[in-house]
């Protein structure tokens, strides 16, 4: 609702689609004959095609990324912090990328749409991305877009993990390689997390299997939960308690089982609404692909061996209170990087905000960013 | 520090062969690194704790690693860097015995820089006023100092004998980095600033 778009936005923006008919081979031996991509970009791709920028998302993210669809939108895209002119991702500087994932459920090929071979949708059908086959269609999406080099590929999160796997598949084609808030794979802690948000979608009755879309209702319920779960994952303790406390809703308690505290309002709110704007196949695809990430298991778990395939710079980026992916995880892939004699940067940022840190624009944090990425195009192209 | 402050770097640079991998302990912005980069043609890393340190490194485009030295440096492969290099830190961490140990661990050869606790004022300071010294080289109070080991060149020396580690070369300078011939007669006495060459 910003009746004056901010001098600092992208302003707004359109998204576009790119169709490809060329079949994508998956890691699940399955392939997608034919598929769209929706993307958005900020700023202008400069006469070299030198200041390309790929912005991979997380679990719940999409191509809205900056800026705004409408003049009526309450809220900027999911990293708009981040991503503007002036701020951590200059777009007066970069051309800025941003994707919808295969699977994903904001206008990419994935569950909700028509199966071509049965003509029905795909529902739980619709064959489960690895993060690698996500980085392959990335990679034809530069191709479309005439991008041979990316300046750099930045992620949080399960988008670190994309932009790990682009610097392993995609050695020449990135100079740099922003790693934050992620982990070279998920610990049991992660997937047992990840299994009761699946657990909580797959038995909602309204889950038909995953075909709910045929019986017009869908897992709104097991989703919500999910979320909820997710949610309190991708806070800190701490932060909770300096956000919420335990403030009750209405001065009182009811000595009954609605709400009563705010930090209970504040997750329904965040599961009801996230409900109502997420197909619960996709959730439960990338949650998917995140259990299987594990790139340095080609590589008998060697890590420095899975990296040492890389040509790029690395920074990796990690937050005191993320004990979601913690710093910790992070280390593992700087010293894999060290081992493997590869330049990498690493940094440890205090924040209170645990693992959804890394999408708030923290001074450190955006100096450290855009300090990178300066550096990155002043190097000149590596020969 | 900026580099413009540091001339402890003009020293070490002869002491680093061209191309070769250099660890830098507690590197700061960067300045050492960049310096030997630019000049030597020299790839590494730093390892520093302060963020902004951190952050100033990356925009100049050196490799930096947020790491308290003190936690161990066991995420290094034994020989898996040329020389691994120390300026002015030694005294601030909580072993340095250990450190100087693991600094040869890691590096075929590694460079110390420290400030002498010998250096006669400090002696005259502590001796005739009977209270720990406060200087431009030692700014700081007895409660609130980063320096928790104070060690003379002589200390050093003796430790290295003790550990079987071989000093190369050594430059004793003041705190403008500045030599003479005073200096070379009576180091522990006279001098500021030790630059330490140092191998197994």
Known sequence: ?383 | MSQIERPDFDFIEPWIEPNSRVLDLGCGDGGLLAMLRDNKNVRGYGLEIDTDNIVECVARGVDVIHQDLDAGLDNFDDQSFDTVIMTQSLQQTTAPDRIVEEMLRIGRQAVVTFPNFGHWTTRAYLGFRGRMPVSESLPYAWYETPNIHFFTFRDFEVLCRERGIKIRTRAVVDRNHQANWKMRMLPNLLGEIALYHISR
Not at chain 1, 185 to 201: C, D, P
Request: overall charge negative; proline content about 5%.
């Open chain 1, 1 to 383: 609702m910003p009746t004056e778009i901010p001098a600092d936005s992208v302003g707004l923006v359109e998204p576009q689609t790119a169709f490809f008919d060329e079949p994508l081979p998956l890691r699940s031996g399955r392939s997608l004959a034919s598929y769209q991509l929706v993307y958005e970009t900020y700023g202008t791709l400069n006469a070299e095609r030198s200041n390309a920028i790929l912005i991979c998302h997380a679990l719940s993210g999409h191509h809205h990324a900056a800026g705004f669809h409408s003049r009526d939108d309450r809220k900027p895209g999911w990293w708009d912090a981040c991503i503007g002119p002036g701020k951590a991702i200059d777009t007066n500087r970069y051309f800025v990328v941003s994707l919808n994932n295969l699977g994903g459920c904001h206008g990419s090929t994935g569950p909700t749409d028509i199966d071509p071979e049965t003509g029905r949708r795909y529902g739980p059908d619709f064959p489960i991305m690895a993060v690698r086959d996500w980085v392959k269609s990335q990679a034809r999406l530069a191709d479309r877009l005439g991008i041979q080099q990316w300046l750099a590929v930045i992620g949080g999160s399960l988008g670190g993990m994309q932009a790990m796997r682009w610097s392993i598949d995609y050695p020449e084609r990135m100079r740099g390689c922003a790693v934050i808030a992620s982990a070279p794979k998920l610990s049991a802690q992660n997937i047992a997390f990840n299994e009761v948000a699946r657990q909580a979608i797959t038995s909602d009755p309204d889950f038909h299997d995953g075909h709910y879309y045929q019986h017009d209702t869908s897992p709104r319920r097991g989703l919500m939960l999910a979320r909820m779960l997710g949610h309190i994952t991708y806070l800190s303790e701490s932060g909770m308690r300096e956000k919420f406390g335990r403030e009750l809703r209405q001065g009182k308690l009811h000595f009954s089982y609605d709400v009563d505290f705010e930090v209970e309002s504040y997750l329904r709110y965040q599961g009801e609404n996230f409900s109502d704007n997420f197909d619960a196949n996709t959730y439960l695809l990338m949650t998917k692909a995140l259990d299987y990430y594990d790139p340095a298991g080609d590589h008998d778990g060697d890590l420095a061996r899975c990296l040492s395939q890389s040509q790029c710079r690395f920074l990796v980026t990690s937050f005191s209170s993320d004990w979601r992916f913690t710093p910790a995880r992070s280390e593992e892939i700087v010293r894999a990087l060290v081992r493997a004699k590869k330049p990498v940067s690493y940094l440890e940022i205090e924040a209170d905000q645990g693992h959804d840190s890394f999408l708030f624009p923290i001074p450190e944090y955006v100096k450290l960013l855009s300090g990178f990425l300066a550096s990155l195009s002043t190097e000149g192209a590596p020969a």
